[in-house]
């Protein structure tokens, strides 16, 4: 009797998943302004950094943010561009940051990783002062909402001295603005800014001929308040509040209404990559 043999077949069931979707590429270029503040460094570097990254193709959004000695300009790319093009793209300006903003550091590019944990909310407005009194007012009715750990706003104004010396006022005694600086610089050190303007003028300079000269003679002082730091968004000035929360619903759905009508702003939730 022959022997028969008996397959045992079995069908394997696998299941595949489709890979996640890549988001599209953002891409921070970090610029070192030393001793410049936050005007400063908009006005010289991120401002044309921004207009150049702006006329890069497949580009969505544009943002920078502007604080003491340094910049850092963000660039979204659209859905479909791989890192290594992004990356690419970006090297085309860092090639020509020597005409695009120049005396700076090399500048550093780096990729910005999303925080999930984390709802932004986008402050908008032309006034500095308005944008200010909107981020404090609203960072304090965030944290009465239920399940908030975590405020923080990037719009921080800061008492500030602005000094302009007087030119033609300074040649009458024999000084050029050079020369006033050069004395300043001497005394910048010991200047509080929180003293009363009539102290301050009363520092004491010297003429061409070494008499004394107040500071009040040749240099207009006035206190101002400044921001720490300033953000742009597609070319439009904003303010953040970054917000932790277990309950994202609950920023999601709060009416800010009388607060945009109050300050003329724009207020818009979103989630966060990296500030």
Same mark, same amino acid.
């Given at each position: 009797?022959?022997?028969?043999?008996?397959?045992?077949?079995?069908?394997?069931?696998?299941?595949? $998943?489709?890979?996640?979707?890549?988001?599209?590429?953002?891409?921070?270029?970090?610029?070192?302004?030393?001793?410049?503040? @936050?005007?400063?460094? $908009?006005?010289?570097?991120?401002?044309?950094?921004?207009?150049?990254? /702006?006329?890069?193709?497949?580009?969505?959004?544009?943002?920078?943010?502007?604080?003491?000695?340094?910049?850092?300009?963000?660039?979204?790319?659209?859905?479909?561009?791989?890192?290594?093009?992004?990356?690419?793209?970006?090297?085309?300006?860092?090639?020509?940051?020597?005409?695009?903003?120049?005396?700076?550091?090399?500048?550093?590019?780096?990729?910005?990783?999303?925080?999930?944990?984390?709802?932004? !909310?986008? !402050?908008?407005?032309?006034?500095?002062?308005?944008?200010?009194?909107?981020?404090?007012?609203?960072?304090?009715?965030?944290?009465?909402?239920?399940?908030?750990?975590?405020?923080?706003?990037?719009?921080?104004?800061?008492?500030? !001295?602005?000094?302009?010396?007087?030119?033609?006022?300074?040649?009458?005694?024999?000084?050029?603005?050079?020369?006033?600086?050069?004395?300043?610089?001497?005394?910048?050190?010991?200047?509080?800014?929180?003293?009363?303007?009539?102290?301050?003028? @009363?520092?004491?300079?010297?003429?061409? /001929?070494?008499?004394?000269?107040? !500071?009040?003679?040749?240099?207009?002082?006035?206190?101002?308040?400044?921001?720490? /730091?300033?953000?742009?968004?597609?070319?439009?000035?904003?303010?953040?509040?970054?917000?932790?929360?277990?309950?994202?619903?609950?920023?999601?759905?709060?009416?800010?209404?009388?607060?945009?009508?109050?300050?003329?702003?724009?207020?818009?939730?979103?989630?966060?990559?990296? /500030?």
């Amino acid at each position: 009797m022959s022997g028969m043999w008996l397959f045992l077949g079995c069908v394997l069931s696998t299941t595949f $998943e489709e890979p996640r979707p890549q988001p599209p590429p953002n891409l921070q270029i970090v610029i070192e302004v030393p001793g410049a503040d @936050a005007e400063e460094v $908009e006005t010289r570097v991120s401002l044309p950094v921004e207009a150049r990254v /702006q006329s890069l193709p497949r580009i969505t959004h544009v943002s920078s943010r502007s604080q003491l000695g340094m910049s850092v300009v963000e660039a979204s790319f659209s859905n479909g561009v791989s890192l290594e093009a992004a990356y690419t793209a970006i090297g085309s300006v860092v090639r020509d940051m020597p005409t695009v903003a120049a005396d700076t550091a090399t500048p550093r590019v780096r990729k910005a990783e999303p925080d999930d944990d984390t709802l932004r !909310l986008m !402050l908008q407005s032309d006034d500095l002062g308005a944008l200010s009194r909107l981020s404090d007012e609203l960072e304090a009715r965030l944290r009465t909402l239920p399940g908030v750990s975590q405020v923080h706003g990037t719009m921080e104004m800061t008492p500030s !001295l602005e000094m302009e010396v007087d030119g033609e006022q300074a040649a009458t005694f024999g000084l050029s603005v050079a020369d006033i600086n050069n004395q300043l610089g001497r005394h910048i050190a010991a200047i509080n800014p929180d003293a009363p303007l009539e102290d301050i003028g @009363a520092i004491s300079l010297e003429t061409a /001929q070494g008499t004394p000269l107040p !500071l009040r003679e040749v240099v207009r002082l006035e206190k101002a308040m400044t921001p720490n /730091q300033l953000d742009r968004y597609d070319g439009q000035r904003v303010a953040w509040v970054m917000v932790k929360t277990v309950d994202p619903a609950a920023v999601r759905q709060a009416d800010w209404t009388d607060l945009a009508e109050r300050y003329k702003a724009k207020i818009v939730v979103s989630s966060s990559t990296i /500030q």
